[in-house]
């Protein structure tokens, strides 16, 4: 296993534990929240790979769970002391999100573990069905449909996929000018991303709404919840 492999599958069971999220009350698995800390300044701080130090509360991952933690005091509750919040909190979260999800992508293709381009996604879709296909937002509506009309054919049934992302983007992540087309091909890399999609979800839309409904078969609310306690592995104390 590649480095870059060890890294994305290492995180799995992290996400497998609970926490309580500030606003709802309500224990969930952390696959579906965002973990804040505050900077020095008593700046409260996104903290998206759970890994900054200090203690943390954790927030659902949406927009509306983080603007009424933000406008409703509850971080200061929770950190019981005074706290600053920046003035769009929400869009920093997803600001945050999206480039994760996008280096994730940069590490699977050092890990040689995603296929790019329209041929290498064909092959792909030939061989087996797709673990996660992922399409420009900005792409050609011909290509695209085309790759999912060989899976529906070929498999009898649509593939997880993702469209919230410019080819632009997609291409800085995975080393080109611009990507159309890719696709993940292992299967424990396919779902710690889709974890980590299933949380940008909660801010845009991961299908645009002008695609066919069959591009949004699939729900992206992934990852189980498992009991377990609220401390790190590396002994912070969190809320």
Do not use: Y
């Not at 909190?89 to 999100?97: D, F, H, I, T, Y």
């Not at 292992?186 to 974890?195: F, S, V």
């Not at 299908?207 to 189980?224: D, F, I, N, T």
């Amino acid at each position: 296993m590649s480095p870059a492999s060890s890294r994305i599958e290492a995180e799995a069971p992290r996400r497998e534990r609970e926490r309580r999220c500030i606003v709802s009350g309500e224990s969930e698995s952390e696959a579906g929240l965002i973990r804040f800390v505050l900077a020095p300044d008593g700046m409260v701080t996104p903290d998206v790979a759970a890994k900054l130090p200090g203690r943390g509360a954790w927030v659902r991952a949406d927009r509306a769970s983080i603007e009424q933690a933000a406008k409703k005091g509850h971080f200061a509750r929770a950190f019981k002391r005074q706290v600053k919040v920046p003035d769009d909190l929400p869009g920093l979260a997803e600001r945050l999100l999206v480039r994760r999800c996008l280096d994730q992508l940069g590490l699977a293709r050092r890990a040689g573990a995603i296929a790019v381009g329209a041929t290498q996604v064909e092959a792909a879709i030939r061989a087996k069905p797709l673990f996660l296909l992922v399409e420009a937002e900005d792409g050609a509506e011909e290509g695209r449909e085309k790759l999912m009309s060989l899976h529906i054919g070929l498999w009898r049934r649509s593939p997880p996929a993702v469209g919230c992302f410019t080819s632009e983007e997609l291409g800085v992540a995975l080393g080109r000018e611009r990507v159309i087309h890719a696709c993940l091909l292992q299967e424990r890399l396919a779902m710690g991303w889709a974890a980590e999609i299933a949380r940008l979800a909660g801010f845009r839309a991961i299908v645009p709404a002008s695609w066919p409904a069959s591009w949004r078969s699939v729900s992206w609310k992934l990852g189980g919840a498992d009991s377990g306690a609220n401390r790190g592995c590396d002994g912070r104390t969190d809320i």
